[in-house]
C-alpha cells in the first residue's frame, strides 16, 4: 500500500476522554478532535466506538480523504492497552496502514520531556515512572491501584484511610486530617464502606487534603507524601537514573513531591514541555521517518 509522508495522527485516549491530532510530518497540527472515555481495557468496543468518532472529526476537519488518513503513520497512547494481545486488537480495528498501538506512558513521557532524554514522574489519579536515555525507554509502575500506583492521588487517600483504621486500631497516631476526615465519614466503618467501592477517580478526590495537610505540618500527612517520595526515588534508581538526569514532575501530585525527594533528584528539575497528544504526535512523526 502506498504511504504518505504528508500527514502524522495522534492519539492519546483513557478514562476521561480520547483526544486526536491530525499534523504533518514537520509537527505543525491541521486539525484536531476530542471524544468520549477510551480505556481499552474497561470496555474495547466502547473505546474503539469513541475513538473512531473522533479521528473521524479530526479527518473531516483536516479535509483530507479517508484514503489519505489511512496512508498516514499513527502512534495511539491508549490507557488499558497493557499487553501485546490487547495492543494488536486495537491495531487491527483501526483504519492504517502503518500503527504503532501502546499504552499512555511512552506518549505522556515523550510528551513532557519533549523528546529529549531525561525522567518523567507522573503522579495524578493514577502513577508511573519513565527514563528516556537514547533510543532506550523504560517505565515502573502504572499497573492501577490494586497492583501498582505508588504515590499517585487515590495511593495516598487509600492510605490514608488505612491510617485512620490503623489509629482506631490504636496502630496508629492520631492528627487533625485523621480528625478531619472522621468527622466527615461519620464512622470508621462508613469510611471502611467508602473504601470498598471507590474508584481511584473517587479515592483521589481525597488527596489534595493530604497535599494542604503536609504543608502545614500534619504528621500522618507528612508520613503519607514522604513514603510516595520515597517509592518515586527507588523507582528512578531501579530504571538507572544518575543524579545529573533531568526530572519532570507532573500531575496533581507529581510537583509536590519536590520537598520530599533527595536533593540529588531535584538538581535538575524541568518543566513539561508538552502533553501526551503531543507525545503521540512527536512518536507518529518518529514513526513516519522510520
Known amino acids: 500500500m502506498t504511504r504518505t509522508d504528508t500527514y502524522v495522527v495522534g492519539v492519546d485516549g483513557g478514562a476521561t476522554g480520547c483526544r486526536v491530532a491530525i499534523a504533518r510530518t514537520d509537527g505543525t497540527v491541521v486539525a484536531g478532535a476530542e471524544g468520549a472515555e477510551a480505556n481499552v481495557a474497561s470496555d474495547f468496543d ?5 475513538l473512531s468518532e473522533a479521528i473521524e472529526t479530526a479527518r473531516a476537519k483536516a479535509g483530507i480523504d479517508a484514503r489519505t488518513l489511512a496512508a498516514s503513520p499513527a502512534w495511539f497512547g491508549l490507557a488499558g492497552a497493557i499487553d501485546a494481545a490487547t495492543c494488536d486488537r486495537v491495531a487491527a480495528a483501526l483504519p492504517f496502514d502503518t500503527v504503532r498501538v501502546t499504552d499512555d506512558r511512552p506518549t505522556g513521557m515523550t510528551g513532557a520531556l519533549g523528546g529529549r532524554d531525561g525522567c518523567l514522574v507522573a503522579t495524578g489519579t493514577g502513577s508511573f515512572l519513565g527514563r528516556q536515555a537514547g533510543t532506550e525507554r523504560f517505565f515502573v509502575g502504572g499497573w492501577g491501584l490494586q497492583l501498582s500506583d505508588q504515590a499517585s492521588g487515590a495511593w495516598l487517600a487509600r492510605n490514608l484511610l488505612r491510617a485512620l483504621v490503623d489509629h482506631h486500631d490504636n496502630m496508629g497516631p492520631d492528627s487533625a486530617l485523621l480528625q478531619d476526615v472522621l468527622a466527615e465519614f461519620g464512622t470508621v466503618a462508613a469510611a471502611v464502606f467508602f473504601s470498598l467501592r471507590a474508584t481511584p477517580t473517587e479515592f483521589a478526590r481525597l488527596a489534595p487534603r493530604i497535599v494542604a495537610a503536609a504543608k502545614d505540618g500534619d504528621p500522618v500527612a507528612r508520613r503519607l507524601m514522604q513514603e510516595g517520595a520515597d517509592w518515586v526515588a527507588e523507582g528512578l534508581n531501579a530504571m538507572g537514573a544518575s543524579d545529573a538526569e533531568a526530572v519532570c514532575l507532573i500531575g496533581g501530585i507529581g510537583p509536590h513531591y519536590a520537598d520530599y525527594l533527595p536533593p540529588a533528584l531535584t538538581r535538575n528539575l524541568l518543566e513539561p514541555r508538552g502533553t501526551s497528544l ?13
Open 278 to 290: 503531543d507525545g503521540a504526535v512527536l512518536l507518529a512523526r518518529e514513526l513516519a521517518a522510520g
Open 46 to 50: 466502547k473505546a474503539l466506538k469513541h
